[in-house]
C-alpha cells in the first residue's frame, strides 16, 4: 500500500517564473492539504481540498492556488514565484469519515524542495 | 490564538533517558494533538495522537500527557535511542465533522540521543 507521493522530489526555478506540484494522496483518502515548511520551522497550512474543492484556506496569497482532480490527487500552483517561496512543500492526504475512534489522521508525503532564485 | 507554542528548541538525551517536549496552545476550539516526528529530508511521519477527552495515551515508548485545564500536552520518550535523534513537532487541530481540519504545528524540537 503506497503512502502519501510527491513529484517531483526537487525542483530549481527562477523569481516571477510559475511551478505546479503533485501529490496522490494514501489509498482510502479522500482529503488531501498542502503545508509549507521553511528551513527550521514547522509546516504552515496553505489549503485543504475534498470532493475537489477548497474547503479551508491558510494565510498565503492568491499567489499560491490548487486543484484536487476526482481520484483524489491534487496540485499545488505557485505563480510570480518570490525568492521567500523557497521551502519544503508537504502534501498530508486524509479520510473524510464519521468521528469516533478514529482520529482521521494527516499522513504526510516526503515533500517537494523548491528552490527560487 | 492559533499558536502552538513548543519548548525545548532542542535537546540533549544520553542513550536510554527520557525525553519530554512540551506544547502549550490558546485556543480552546483545537481537540486534536497529534506528535510527528521528522528526519532530514524526510515529510513528518506521525507518532501519536491524543483527543482531550483522555489525559494520557501511550504507544510503546512514546506516551503523550495532556492537560486539558492548563491548555498544555507533553511527549515523553521513555529509553530514548540514538534512532530516535529528529526534529519532534507537536500540532493542534479541530475535528471538522469527522475529517481532520488543518494543523497548527509547533516550531519543533531538535532531539539528539547520544550513545
Known amino acids: 500500500d503506497a503512502g502519501v507521493t510527491q513529484s517531483p522530489t526537487h525542483l530549481i526555478k527562477t523569481r516571477g517564473q510559475q511551478v505546479t506540484l503533485r501529490c496522490s494522496p494514501k489509498?482510502?483518502?479522500?482529503?488531501v492539504s498542502w503545508y509549507q515548511q521553511a528551513l527550521g520551522q514547522g509546516p504552515q497550512f496553505i489549503f485543504q481540498?475534498?470532493?475537489?474543492?477548497?474547503?479551508q484556506r491558510g494565510n498565503f496569497p492568491d499567489r499560491f492556488s490548487g486543484h484536487q482532480f476526482p481520484n483524489y490527487s491534487s496540485e499545488l500552483n505557485v505563480n510570480a514565484l518570490l525568492l521567500g517561496d523557497s521551502a519544503l512543500y508537504l502534501c498530508?492526504?486524509?479520510?473524510?469519515?464519521?468521528?469516533?475512534?478514529?482520529?482521521?489522521?494527516?499522513?504526510f508525503g516526503p515533500g517537494t524542495r523548491l528552490t527560487v532564485l | 490564538q492559533q499558536q502552538v507554542k513548543q519548548s525545548p528548541q532542542s535537546l540533549i538525551v544520553q542513550k536510554g533517558g527520557i525525553s519530554i517536549i512540551n506544547c502549550a496552545y490558546e485556543?480552546?476550539?483545537?481537540?486534536?494533538f497529534p506528535w510527528y516526528q521528522q528526519f532530514p529530508g524526510k515529510g513528518p511521519a506521525l507518532l501519536i495522537a491524543?483527543?482531550?477527552?483522555?489525559s494520557e495515551k501511550k504507544e510503546g515508548r512514546f506516551t503523550i500527557s495532556f492537560n486539558k485545564s492548563a491548555k498544555q500536552f507533553s511527549l515523553h520518550i521513555m529509553d530514548s535511542q540514538p534512532g530516535d535523534s529528529a526534529t519532534y513537532f507537536c500540532?493542534?487541530?479541530?475535528?471538522?465533522?469527522?475529517?481532520?481540519?488543518?494543523?497548527?504545528f509547533g516550531t519543533g524540537t531538535l532531539l539528539a540521543v547520544q550513545p
Open positions: 491524543i483527543r482531550p477527552d483522555v
Open positions: 489509498s482510502g483518502h479522500d482529503t
Open positions: 485556543n480552546t476550539a483545537f481537540d486534536y
Open positions: 481540498y475534498y470532493e475537489e474543492e477548497e474547503r
Open positions: 498530508a492526504s486524509s479520510f473524510y469519515g464519521t468521528s469516533g475512534s478514529s482520529y482521521n489522521e494527516q499522513f
Open positions: 500540532a493542534a487541530g479541530v475535528l471538522y465533522g469527522g475529517a481532520t481540519n488543518k494543523l497548527i
